[in-house]
């Protein structure tokens, strides 16, 4: 089955400054990553995805960079602010018939200092 | 538009007993999938339904099942509870359409096993 691998497992940066958050996937069948951001003590929220058809997707602070070829995909966050400091997870879905079905990375646990 | 509802949001269980957790979806959403939080293995994907069937199982024991009703509410069962199915069991919603594999979490049940 699908491996989705989430590094780092703990970031920690200033404010202002960018964050990267990096995940590979093993099924070269997934065609669907999103990314959801759960605050402590909260639900997991989408944040962005992207769709194999696309290589980057941006809103605003945030962007997403899929590579198929080399088979992993990108969280990039920046001018950090302290109320980005949450737990992102990145995942995997081959989608069609497996509409919620998500493979999860590990999590990172991002840290804005202000 | 009413989001995901998980009930009861906190419940202690012992050892041998049997647990029930409900989830109402967004109202049009016809795909249900349930996913197991704890610090150590992250989200994992037990079981997702779409129009009353099963359709994806994850890598968990007959101890867990689910089903759902025709205005797509599901629940979920853990007979004979473990101290390790201490968790929080989350429930996500989609539209299930081709492509439309956007999940929306509910706020989860914590289960907590003595």
């Known amino acids: 089955g699908e491996n989705v691998e989430q590094h780092p497992s703990t970031l920690s940066v200033q404010e202002g400054d960018s964050a990267v958050i990096k995940c590979t996937y093993s099924d070269s069948a997934s065609n669907y990553f999103p990314w959801y951001k759960q605050e402590l003590g909260k639900r997991p929220q989408l944040i962005i995805d992207i769709r194999s058809n696309v290589g980057e997707k941006k809103d605003q602070r945030i962007a997403v960079t899929l590579n198929k070829t080399a088979k992993h995909f990108s969280l990039h966050i920046t001018e950090t602010q302290p109320e980005d400091s949450a737990v992102y997870f990145c995942a995997a879905s081959v989608g069609g018939t497996s509409y919620g079905k998500l493979t999860f990375g590990q999590g990172t646990i991002l840290t804005v200092h202000p | 538009k009413a989001g995901v509802t998980q009930t009861p949001r906190y419940l202690i269980k012992t050892r041998g007993q049997q647990v029930t957790l409900s989830c109402s979806p967004i109202s049009g959403h016809r795909s249900v999938s349930w996913y197991q939080q704890t610090p150590g293995q992250g989200l994992q994907f037990l079981f997702e339904y779409f129009s009353e069937t099963q359709r994806n199982k994850g890598n968990f024991p007959g101890r867990f099942s689910g089903r759902q009703f025709s205005n797509s509410r599901s629940e979920m069962n853990v007979s004979t509870l473990e101290l390790g199915d201490s968790a929080l069991y989350l429930c996500?919603?989609?539209?299930?359409?081709?492509?439309?594999?956007?999940?929306?979490f509910g706020a989860g049940s914590r289960l907590t096993v003595l």
């Open positions: 996500a919603s989609t539209p299930g359409g081709s492509g439309a594999n956007v999940l929306t």
